[in-house]
């Protein structure tokens, strides 16, 4: 039976023990949510081009949740047993008993379940022998060693090729389950300068398509690339300057707006962005779209967390903030509709202004190009942005040196409002998918 028939198998199996555990819970519960991920694979990681570790993975829990008047109770297991299931239901019974009630607690409202489950593609499970997952990896290193010889030494590498079914299900008759596989390649390596000072910087691709991947020597030329680019780092002054972010350091500045305009920070007046929906928060050239059903996407689901059906939606037009990101519990707290972002967000898609990097550079001129962001100084409440960064200083449009032990502040309202362009560069390894991005001014302090 080849994986994809055991997986067919696997689906049919998980959603008849939620079927079940639906079937106890609703003899004893008013409402009752059950799900599991069940996830196979293997990890391989290397260092200095021998295999340092080799992992089998198949784990997965069901998760049973209950609720008896205003009263929520859950509990998990992973024997998949009839006794086994009705013992968690049990035990998700009883700690209902001793909770709190809580008038907002409950499964998603019934009209808004998926009900339709469109098939993503995001399937393609890669079963690699050991020896073949460690030959990647290895690959990778060997590029990055051989790169400069200012490379003295990995720090490691890896590949990870993982597959899984994810099903739920509640008592509104909602019961949909889909697979889907995800790979991976990454490489670290360590760079020394004229003064023996060490640098590290890594690289990888991820794809649900192992085919589909960077070449492991890619991504260890790419390592070792950003690595060299980083050795003897000069300080700057303090002073205020244009600040470009690299496109995979950008992701990050529009992850605090998800922060920003999730539920459960706007209903406990903890965000920065309470009550700007319907207003101006970015320039009006500045849009972001969201795209749960892009085939292969690596945040495509055809339903969220509480099975919700996923749709597309604009969470940015014109600048305009069109869309809180609610689950069912935010969405009663705050007397609005859920939007479907229980689990998180879903494809988000930054318009781009059009220019490429070497374009946003010459835009920028004279500032500092952000390649790594450190620290966790920002401030969802406030909005106060303050990090560690490093980078590049850039003249006339060129880089000219790198730059370390720097720090950027400055507010995000600010930030936001002060982006000057967005490049074509789009970084496709993550969820927010978005090129380099240009402010017009930021602090910088160093010496």
Not at 308 to 313: C, I, N, P, S
Not at 356 to 371: I, P
Request: net charge negative; aromatic share 6%; hydrophobic share 40%.
């Amino acid at each position: 039976m080849d994986v994809r028939e055991q997986v067919a198998q696997q689906r049919v199996e998980l959603e008849a023990a939620v079927a079940k555990a639906l079937e106890v819970a609703g003899k004893q519960a008013d409402a009752a949510e059950v799900a599991i991920n069940k996830t196979t694979g293997i990890s391989v990681s290397t260092r200095m081009c021998d295999v340092e570790n080799v992992e089998f993975n198949s784990d997965g829990a069901l998760g049973i949740t209950v609720y008896r008047g205003n009263r929520k109770g859950s509990a998990s297991t992973s024997d998949l047993s009839e006794a086994a299931i009705a013992q968690t239901v049990a035990a998700a019974l009883d700690i209902a008993n001793y909770t709190s009630e809580d008038p907002f607690a409950g499964p998603g409202p019934k009209e808004l379940m998926a009900r339709d489950i469109p098939d993503l593609d995001l399937f393609h499970p890669d079963e690699p022998e050991p020896d073949r997952a460690a030959s990647i990896a290895i690959a990778a290193e060997e590029a990055a060693l051989a790169y400069d010889p200012r490379i003295k030494q990995s720090d490691g590498a890896s590949y990870d090729s993982h597959y899984g079914v994810r099903v739920y299900g509640n008592s509104h008759g909602m019961l949909a389950s889909y697979a889907s596989s995800r790979h991976s390649i990454s490489c670290c390596v360590i760079a020394e300068g004229k003064n023996g000072e060490m640098e590290r910087d890594y690289s990888y691709t991820t794809s649900r398509i192992a085919s589909d991947l960077w070449t492991p020597e890619r991504v260890g030329r790419h390592a070792a690339e950003r690595t060299v680019g980083r050795v003897d780092a000069q300080k700057l002054t303090t002073r205020e300057a244009p600040v470009m972010f690299a496109a995979d350091v950008a992701t990050g500045l529009f992850g605090h707006l998800v922060m920003g305009i999730s539920g459960a920070n706007l209903y406990r007046k903890s965000s920065f962005l309470v009550d700007k929906l319907g207003e101006q928060i970015f320039p009006e050239w500045l849009n972001i779209s969201e795209r749960p059903h892009i085939l292969r996407g690596m945040a495509s689901t055809p339903f969220d967390s509480e099975g919700l059906a996923t749709y597309d939606r604009e969470i940015i037009q014109d600048g305009v903030l069109q869309t809180y990101l609610l689950t069912s519990y935010a969405a009663r707290k705050m007397n609005m509709q859920p939007t479907g972002h229980a689990g998180g967000i879903h494809n988000w898609m930054v318009k781009s202004t059009g220019e490429s990097f070497e374009q946003m550079l010459k835009k920028m001129d004279r500032g500092l190009l952000v390649t790594e962001l450190m620290g966790q100084g920002v401030n969802i409440v406030t909005g106060d942005y303050s990090r560690g960064a490093a980078g590049f200083w850039v003249e006339n449009g060129q880089i000219q040196f790198p730059v370390s032990e720097i720090t950027i502040a400055g507010n995000l309202k600010d930030m936001m409002q002060n982006i000057v362009a967005i490049g074509n560069d789009t970084e496709t390894r993550s969820q927010i998918l978005t090129g380099s991005m240009l402010l017009d001014s930021m602090k910088i302090a160093g010496e």
